[in-house]
């Protein structure tokens, strides 16, 4: 793409595919591990609303602790870039990321929902430094022109996540046993007390495995060799606010802020919706949630990457942007395994949305580019504040169907993007 900023290779023309392949492919991985931890959050939201006996809204702070943290800290996960490099931001994001990982065992512990809600927090963070480097980095590490394709493929790891969460924190965290209020009231409370316990205990040595590969990772990335851009920052604007002057960056931190929130409510409350529309158990639906909508997930960005060849990224967005309205419509008003069904459709529909959203918003910023990838992850706090607005819906009608209206007006807004929002139009003389 014109104006994105590269990295400083030596001889780009000559030796660009083998200085930037193993760069790639370590980037490539943090789209994976960042998508793991996203798709084990629906596992851990149903399991935490069963120990800590929530409703809805109430389960729905551990979206909120995730996406807070992209609002809170994307402006200084671009600045710490800026100054030092994407290596650097890696680095810091992987050691906050292993971090919480780790806080998942006094968390446990201690049968602590805050402090759950804190160890989600600090793993967010450093995904939000993760996703800051990682996505606009995948796209200048090769031709600016095949620059949407190339972060579709790495988006493609991401998932290919959704597939292996889901079935192994299914297996891992939730014991397919659920109790009644009145079979907890009809216990003794030593019985009640080991049986919370023992649930709550159930995320530890996953989370610990988790944060022991994370810190590994970390230390091939400290010692690897990668392409940087920290001195290639002449001309960047100091602002934000000047970055906004881009109505199509403006577009995409808009559109960003809806599409996660519908992905976001999609997929987390994926477990709780199904149980109840389907009538099937939460071990039943963690399978469903992983051989079905991980896998079509999945197979939506391989296959998306491909088509995109022959079709304009903006135009796919809007064509799968209608096509999830019309699916929403259905898991609104269906009953049974449609429901289930629509669910899996909409998460093939969605898969490119993020990449396409993104790799578009920040086109033709040139040395804006970190700035606005920034403005751009803040915008993911979309799936803090919009799985609030389903989890009001559902509780004041008592249908969790009703809720998904959410996405549904979510998926008109990035449609609307990839119509006409995505558009670049050159900044005033004064900017």
Request: net charge positive; glycine share 10%; charged share 10%.
């Amino acid at each position: 793409m014109p104006g994105i900023a590269s990295p400083t290779v030596s001889n780009p023309a000559s030796s660009a595919r083998k200085t930037l392949l193993l760069p790639f492919i370590l980037v490539t991985s943090l789209f994976f591990f960042w998508g793991f931890i996203h798709n084990i959050d629906p596992i851990l939201l149903a399991h935490l609303r069963k120990t800590f006996r929530l409703n809805v809204v109430e389960s729905s702070l551990v979206d909120f602790s995730v996406f807070i943290a992209y609002f809170a800290m994307a402006l200084p996960a671009g600045y710490i870039m800026r100054k030092y490099g994407y290596k650097a931001g890696i680095l810091l994001g992987l050691i906050l990321f292993a971090g919480g990982c780790f806080l998942f065992l006094p968390a446990a512990s201690t049968r602590t929902y805050a402090l759950f809600l804190g160890a989600l927090f600090v793993i967010a963070s450093g995904l939000t430094f993760l996703e800051t480097a990682a996505n606009p980095y995948a796209t200048v590490l090769g031709p600016p022109e095949s620059a949407t394709q190339r972060l579709n493929l790495a988006q493609s790891f991401n998932g290919l996540a959704t597939v292996v969460a889901p079935l192994i924190g299914g297996k891992l965290i939730l014991s397919g046993t659920a109790h009644t209020d009145e079979e907890l009231a009809a216990m003794s409370a030593v019985a009640r007390e080991a049986y919370f316990q023992s649930e709550a205990d159930s995320v530890k040595m996953p989370y610990l495995i988790l944060g022991l590969i994370i810190l590994t990772v970390a230390v091939i990335f400290a010692f690897a060799k990668m392409p940087d851009t920290k001195e290639d920052n002449a001309g960047e604007s100091k602002s934000f606010l000047h970055a906004f002057k881009y109505k199509h960056l403006t577009g995409a931190v808009i559109a960003q802020f809806f599409y996660v929130g519908a992905q976001v409510c999609v997929t987390s409350f994926f477990i709780v919706i199904v149980t109840k529309a389907a009538g099937i158990n939460e071990k039943r639906a963690a399978e469903f949630l992983g051989y079905g909508y991980g896998i079509a997930f999945m197979a939506g960005r391989f296959i998306g990457t491909f088509v995109m060849r022959y079709i304009q990224p903006q135009k796919l967005l809007t064509i799968y942007s209608i096509i999830n309205i019309l699916l929403s419509v259905v898991v609104i008003f269906a009953e049974g395994m449609a429901v289930v069904y629509a669910l899996i459709g909409i998460g093939f529909f969605m898969s490119i949305m993020f990449p396409t959203i993104f790799s578009l918003g920040i086109h033709g910023l040139g040395a804006d580019t970190k700035l606005g990838s920034s403005l751009i992850i803040m915008s993911i706090v979309g799936g803090a504040a919009l799985p609030f607005a389903l989890g009001g819906i559902s509780d004041a009608t008592g249908n969790i169907q009703y809720g998904y209206l959410i996405p549904l007006v979510c998926f008109v807004v990035v449609a609307w993007y990839g119509w006409k929002g995505y558009k670049v139009k050159p900044l005033p003389a004064a900017a």
